[in-house]
């Protein structure tokens, strides 16, 4: 059981920090690509749309999959295909076979993202969660503070197919032992006879395709950006109306009762819309505040800027002790104040000690996030339901983002410059805050009593 365990907790980690690493590396590795395959700004932007636009719209479904077949199963076609891909973008010989590449290994990401929780909440009891949860967002911490040192070597060295090359190893050694291994003995790793409702999950992905495609526009300055995110916007909301309807009409939901009405998972979904939007809007900012505005190089930007991830890796572990002693609400309500603290410490920093202060309450703030809304959405959701709730996390990660890089750029290109844009992001990760008052009150110790499935009966609500 031991020996098992491990392996679920090592295949979890190298899922997630391969896909955190890989949007890291691809980040530095753009502009090289550019010149070498002689693409265009908009061909370029689009080999990170292509792939965004397949994980978001698919991972709630890919979740549904992995309730249905087993989150091994779906764990180990995520990680073989995803290492395929990226082999497969390594040798493209040009841009357009990179885009549809990328768009393939965005649909391997949406199979993969949501079985690296699927696999811990079938394999570790509910009351053991906390420490596993802390060890894979930890992970993603290191992954996403080496990717830009090692994308930059990569590409400076062998080039940038180097950095696609690198996914491959780990992905396939683990993909061929989940495919292997033998699964635990829990009754609930598949359940084959849950209907897949492929309607509306169809429509779900046209919604948060049609979302991701209005924001990304958003973010771009081009002539037909607005009317662009004009139609976006209204494909989505057409399409997400007909999804409500027909979710309530439908006999079996594709998002469960018992996890869109669980009393911790929709405020939780919430604050990790905000904190990730907050988070990524105010490091893209700060990029252009710290080179356009103070005059600092590229590289001193990535030297003050460490400190959030170190920060974000130590937070992680400490979040698991935080959540024993004080719960989940004053936990998760705490670090949305240190985000908002962060970005607001930013917004008027100009020395090196200030401008580090904030980077590590940024990541202070936004690892200790991570690791309760997780443990929130991965503990409250039923074992049945896990990679649905799984999903729901992950598009939370995917959308977040995005919005906050767009309110970013929306903000600073109406003229007011980097402080308004900042003092609106400090208000996100606010209202964050605010809405993190929903959630559970008591410690994980006293909270979701036993559900069927679970390997270990919790304590119900005295």
């Not at 964050?432 to 410690?443: I, M």
Request: aromatic share 4%; charged share 10%.
């Amino acid at each position: 059981m031991r020996q098992r365990r491990t392996l679920t907790l090592a295949s979890s980690v190298a899922g997630a920090a391969v896909v955190a690493l890989d949007g890291t590396v691809l980040g530095v590795a753009r502009p090289t690509l550019q010149r070498d395959l002689r693409a265009s700004f908009t061909e370029v932007q689009w080999t990170s749309t292509a792939y965004l636009i397949a994980v978001a719209s698919l991972l709630v479904f890919s979740g549904r999959l992995g309730d249905r077949y087993g989150h091994q199963r779906t764990f180990a076609i995520g990680m073989l295909g995803f290492g395929v891909t990226s082999a497969g973008i390594g040798l493209a010989p040009g841009v357009g076979w990179v885009i549809g590449l990328r768009a393939v290994q965005g649909v391997f990401g949406a199979l993969l993202q949501p079985a690296t929780l699927g696999i811990l909440r079938t394999a570790y009891p509910p009351d053991r969660l906390r420490m596993p949860i802390a060890i894979r967002t930890s992970a993603i911490g290191l992954a996403a503070a080496a990717g830009p040192v090692l994308g930059g070597a990569l590409v400076a060295g062998p080039g940038w197919r180097a950095a696609f090359y690198l996914n491959v190893v780990p992905t396939l050694v683990f993909g061929v032992l989940a495919l292997t291994a033998r699964a635990g003995a829990n009754p609930h790793r598949s359940h084959p006879t849950t209907p897949l409702n492929l309607p509306g999950a169809l429509l779900l992905a046209l919604t948060l395709a049609a979302l991701v495609q209005a924001l990304v526009a958003l973010s771009d300055d081009g002539p037909t950006a607005m009317s662009v995110a004009g139609l976006s916007v209204a494909v989505a909301a057409a399409a997400g109306a007909v999804f409500l309807r027909h979710e309530r009409r439908a006999a079996s939901p594709l998002i469960p009762a018992d996890v869109i009405h669980s009393p911790g998972i929709r405020p939780a979904l919430g604050v990790l819309l905000a904190a990730s939007a907050a988070l990524n809007g105010t490091v893209f900012v700060a990029a252009f505040l710290l080179q356009d505005t103070l005059g600092l190089t590229a590289f001193r930007t990535a030297l003050l800027s460490l400190p959030l991830a170190v920060a974000m890796i130590l937070a992680a572990p400490g979040c698991a002790l935080l959540l024993r002693l004080v719960g989940t609400r004053r936990t998760t309500v705490g670090a949305m104040v240190v985000l908002a603290a962060g970005i607001l410490l930013l917004s008027r920093a100009s020395g090196t000690l200030a401008l580090c202060t904030a980077f590590a309450l940024l990541g202070a703030g936004f690892g200790t996030v991570m690791v309760a809304i997780t443990h929130v959405v991965v503990r409250q959701a039923p074992v049945e339901s896990a990679g649905v709730a799984g999903g729901l996390k992950q598009t939370a990660m995917n959308i977040g983002p995005t919005l906050g890089v767009a309110l970013a750029t929306t903000l600073t290109g109406l003229g007011g410059g980097h402080g308004p844009a900042l003092l609106v992001l400090t208000g996100v990760a606010g209202a964050g805050a605010v809405t993190g008052v929903a959630l559970p009150k008591g410690s994980f110790s006293a909270i979701n009593p036993g559900q069927p499935g679970d390997r270990a009966p919790v304590p119900a609500r005295p």
